[in-house]
């Protein structure tokens, strides 16, 4: 069964930091890998999405690239920003079944 | 705007009543799921459909039920079955295998 782990659980940085954050994975075989952005009390916002035949997308200040042979994904933020404060998870589709797999998150606070 | 309408946003229970969750998209997506998120975990999935009047059971299906008449809608019932019910709960759909994921708001059922 797939596991997706997230480390670190929490961050804390000053304004204006480049910092990244990585997800694992058990199981290389997957469909696509997905990063979003969760805010206090609401629903999740997608950010990138990695089909399994590529190695990164990029969007803005966002950068993530996925290495499946040894099951990671990092996102990069650039020139980091107090409103980049939220939680961040990263989920894969694996090839068997229908559902994505959710890592538990990292909670990133940007400090002014 | 085309996206995903949870409602309600909050919703309180009394112990041994079934309660409903509704889940409505105007992206035409053809599978549709439902994740619980409990405080410090990641998402669990209840349960999926991929395709109207079909539907799947997830990881937690227990004290649950669903429905897939149409394909816009997907509402969820927490029945008194479900031992431990207050949670955040999250609707979400994709458009075909690869498709990015998509979610609501979400809705927080909180049990007395």
């Known amino acids: 069964k797939q596991e997706v782990t997230q480390i670190p659980a929490a961050l804390s940085v000053p304004e204006g930091e480049n910092l990244v954050l990585n997800c694992s994975f058990t199981d290389s075989a997957i469909y696509n890998l997905q990063w979003f952005r969760q805010d206090p009390g609401k629903g999740l916002t997608s950010l990138l999405l990695i089909q399994s035949s590529q190695r990164e997308q990029t969007s803005g200040r966002l950068n993530a690239s996925l290495d499946k042979s040894s099951g990671r994904s990092t996102l990069y933020i650039a020139a980091s920003q107090p409103g980049d404060s939220a939680t961040y998870l990263c989920a894969v589709r694996p090839q068997s079944g229908n559902d994505m797999r959710f890592g538990a998150g990292t909670r990133l606070t940007v400090k002014p | 705007d085309g996206g995903i309408t949870q409602s309600p946003k909050y919703l309180f229970r009394k112990e041994g009543q079934n309660v409903t969750l509704s889940c409505e998209q105007n992206?035409?997506?053809?599978?549709m799921y439902w994740y619980r998120q409990d405080p410090g975990q990641g998402l669990r999935l209840i349960y999926y459909s991929q395709i109207v009047n079909d539907f799947q059971k997830g990881d937690i299906a227990e004290g649950y039920s669903v429905s897939r008449e149409k394909k816009e809608s997907f509402p969820l019932t927490v029945t008194s079955a479900q031992k431990n019910p207050t949670a955040f709960y999250l609707c979400?759909?994709?458009?075909?295998?690869?498709?990015?994921?998509?979610f609501g708001e979400g809705s927080r059922l909180t049990v007395l």
């Open positions: 979400a759909s994709r458009e075909g295998l690869g498709g990015e994921l998509f």
């Open positions: 992206l035409n997506h053809d599978a």
